[in-house]
């Protein structure tokens, strides 16, 4: 899981912005499918700015390069504060077998972000 949160906020400690959070998630994959043989559960991580809750950069576990650059192209620049339009994208683009857990991880991410913008 640390591969993944490396991944995600490659850039050097020096080079972070004030305004940077690295936010994670985690959802059970479907049976059956190539992932949750390797994985068991989809992880996502997300690059966000904590001031505007914009999403700068996301990975997630799934299998494949183009699934898991697809789903970057679909969320990066979102914003957590629209969960529901995250959704909406998934809902219209994505027919893959992980869209429940992938929408799931998300979800949690952007409930965690509103936790913390809340304290």
């Not at 059956?32 to 999403?55: H, P, Q």
């Not at 996301?58 to 898991?68: F, N, Q």
Request: glycine share 6%; hydrophobic share 45%.
């Amino acid at each position: 899981m640390f591969y993944l949160i490396q991944q995600c906020a490659l850039k050097k400690w020096g080079d972070l912005l004030e305004n940077e959070i690295l936010l994670t998630g985690y959802a059970r994959l479907t049976k059956g499918i190539t992932a949750t043989e390797i994985y068991g559960s989809v992880a996502i991580g997300i690059l966000a700015d904590i001031k505007t809750g914009e999403i700068l950069d996301i990975e997630c576990s799934l299998v494949t390069d183009l699934a898991r650059n697809f789903v970057k192209r679909m969320v990066k620049g979102h914003n957590l504060l629209e969960f529901d339009k995250i959704e909406a994208v998934f809902a219209k683009r994505y027919y893959g077998s992980a869209e429940k857990a992938l929408v799931t991880a998300i979800k949690r991410c952007a409930d965690k972000y509103i936790q913390i913008i809340e304290n």
